[in-house]
């Protein structure tokens, strides 16, 4: 069957004639919001059982009910990816995370490191801005944004079977070729403005699973850095090989 | 030397003790916003000549002179590659421009397709984005952005030594690596949302010169495929091997 156009993302299972609640915000959107009532197909998902077409069959100012028709796309699992970043700016860091669950990381990271400009994030605000981007981009996985961790922590703590790959950008020459790189759960790890702090350098160099990578010869900012290193590393080792 | 901290690009050749007049916005961001004055230090580029630091020798409200002292980093072309793109909504095409500075675009053309949403842009607004990304990412050159052309035009004055790679979002397979396209001028197009009418689709696909890529399983946003795409161009047949 043809995917609903409105899309929302549940924390319920999905199944052949599975009833689902509404919560009363998903409610508000539904009936107020777009307008719908009993009848609408909407699509829905969970992050675990791919996108399922359903059916209002009822609506309430505060909730309603919607019964699974049909699965109209599998589930569709990133892979074992995480992005480990400085937060920057808010519309920059809004940016990164929507890119990174667009071009599919598992798990996101906001790290705060020496240079960091924010001190703190609004982590429920990040979260909601990689759900919207799974509901916009026709996703079925959300990936996890975890709360504001201080680098040297996040090191001390690192399991290091997930190798990181670290945008270095003191590595301004060509970029290495990512294809030699070993499969397996990685990280990639982009700086703040400013770059990382020579302690924090000579740390990352010294971490046997930490593998530095140069992107071209061009200054990039970091959203810019997140998008390139995704892409790199999605091509030579995810799922868009 | 040190490379200077404010940038500005200069319509002016840069050499050797070269005297280089400001325009009044130039000097009006100098003198008035930064606060500098006569002995400051200012890092000059013109899409030409890499970039130069310069002191400043006399300041006034509506212009100014700086003295060039020495080349603080060679002239940085980008490779021979286009970016064609539909525009979208302003701060996405905003950033698409941006980012096709960043990553190493020599020109950016945006095309009126059967579903782009806008029907003009302000050239000029995108021209100063582009000198924008490239005044702050320590860029020397500045990527022209022309102005809206439709594709149907675009693509009947078409040389055909300029090959084209289509970020064909029906394909949603896994993508097809890059390595064995072969070098020269290229152009990456990008369609709008809602992707290319089936005609539009038709044409492309008959044409000899326009080569179809996918960009993984997941669909993206217009602004995240030119970013993507950019990249995966520069690391297969651009400057970043």
Same mark, same amino acid.
């Given at each position: 069957?043809?995917?609903?156009?409105? =899309?929302?993302?549940?924390?319920?299972?999905?199944?052949?004639?599975?009833?689902?609640?509404? /919560?009363?915000?998903?409610?508000?959107?539904?009936?107020?919001?777009?307008?719908?009532?009993?009848?609408? =197909?909407?699509?829905?998902?969970?992050?675990?059982?791919?996108?399922?077409?359903?059916?209002? &069959?009822?609506?309430?100012?505060?909730?309603?009910?919607?019964?699974?028709?049909?699965?109209?796309?599998?589930?569709?699992?990133?892979?074992?990816?995480?992005?480990?970043?400085?937060? $920057?700016?808010?519309?920059?860091?809004?940016?990164?995370?929507?890119?990174?669950?667009?071009?599919?990381?598992?798990? $996101?990271?906001?790290?705060?490191?020496?240079? %960091?400009?924010?001190?703190?994030?609004?982590?429920? @605000?990040?979260?909601?801005?990689?759900?919207?981007?799974?509901?916009?981009?026709?996703?079925?996985?959300?990936?996890?944004?975890?709360?504001?961790?201080?680098? @040297?922590?996040?090191?001390?703590?690192?399991?290091?079977?997930?190798?990181?790959?670290?945008?270095?950008?003191?590595?301004?020459?060509?970029?290495? /070729?990512?294809?030699?790189?070993?499969?397996?759960?990685?990280?990639?790890?982009?700086?703040?403005?400013?770059?990382?702090?020579?302690?924090?350098?000579?740390?990352?160099?010294?971490?046997?699973?930490? %593998?530095? &990578?140069?992107?071209?010869?061009?200054?990039? @900012?970091?959203?810019?850095?997140?998008?390139?290193? $995704? /892409?790199?590393?999605?091509?030579?080792?995810?799922?868009? @090989?």
């Amino acid at each position: 069957m043809d995917r609903a156009k409105i =899309r929302l993302c549940v924390d319920h299972p999905l199944g052949p004639g599975q009833a689902v609640p509404l /919560t009363p915000e998903q409610a508000h959107y539904l009936f107020s919001v777009m307008r719908e009532g009993p009848g609408a =197909r909407v699509a829905l998902f969970n992050g675990r059982d791919g996108e399922w077409t359903a059916e209002v &069959v009822a609506a309430a100012k505060k909730g309603g009910t919607l019964t699974c028709l049909g699965q109209a796309a599998p589930q569709l699992d990133p892979p074992d990816l995480w992005l480990i970043f400085a937060p $920057i700016k808010k519309e920059r860091t809004d940016f990164i995370v929507e890119k990174a669950a667009e071009l599919g990381c598992a798990r $996101i990271v906001p790290v705060q490191t020496e240079f %960091t400009n924010s001190q703190r994030i609004r982590q429920d @605000r990040l979260q909601a801005h990689a759900l919207e981007a799974a509901e916009q981009c026709l996703g079925t996985f959300v990936p996890e944004v975890t709360d504001l961790v201080p680098l @040297r922590r996040l090191l001390d703590g690192w399991d290091p079977a997930r190798r990181i790959l670290w945008a270095d950008e003191s590595l301004v020459g060509p970029a290495e /070729t990512l294809a030699g790189l070993a499969p397996g759960p990685w990280a990639i790890l982009i700086g703040p403005e400013g770059g990382f702090s020579e302690p924090e350098r000579a740390r990352l160099r010294a971490l046997p699973f930490v %593998t530095p &990578v140069s992107l071209g010869p061009r200054i990039l @900012r970091a959203d810019t850095a997140a998008c390139a290193a $995704i /892409t790199l590393w999605q091509s030579a080792l995810g799922d868009w @090989r």
